[in-house]
């Protein structure tokens, strides 16, 4: 059974930076993508980023394209993401998932298979 475990959330002033951790363990994902989501409140699940877990292309969302980065070290089963210049309008719960790496969308909170518990960033004013 996989478990992903996010960490790295917190309380940041708006143009400040975080960056998130995602440990994976139980099974090999050499074969997957290694992805972030995140939900505001009210506001349903949204696709932020996601890479191959062997390296290839990575996926940005156009609200955070140039702002986020998504990578990701091998040895130690963790996917990263730092978040830069941070708006007010990133504050949400950012979850890590899993899906095959060869089927259905990246941008599908569908396509995910697993999922962390989540954690929660806050940008204010």
């Known amino acids: 059974q996989a478990q992903l475990v996010e960490s790295g959330g917190g309380l940041v002033l708006a143009g400040g930076s975080l960056r998130l951790s995602c440990a994976a363990s139980?099974?090999?994902?050499?074969?997957?993508?290694m992805g972030w989501f995140r939900q505001a409140p009210g506001k349903e699940r949204e696709f932020v980023a996601t890479?191959?877990?062997?390296?290839?292309?990575?996926y940005y969302a156009d609200s955070v394209k140039g702002r986020f980065t998504i990578s990701g070290e091998n040895a130690k089963s963790t996917v990263y993401l730092q978040m830069n210049s941070l708006k007010p309008e990133d504050t949400a719960v950012y979850y890590c998932?899993?899906?095959?790496?060869?089927?259905?969308?990246?941008?599908?909170?569908?396509?995910?298979?697993?999922w962390g518990q989540g954690t929660q960033v806050t940008v204010s004013s």
């Open positions: 890479m191959g877990w062997s390296g290839g292309r990575t």
């Open positions: 998932a899993v899906k095959p790496a060869y089927s259905g969308s990246v941008y599908d909170v569908r396509e995910y298979d697993y």
């Open positions: 139980g099974r090999a994902f050499s074969s997957y993508a």
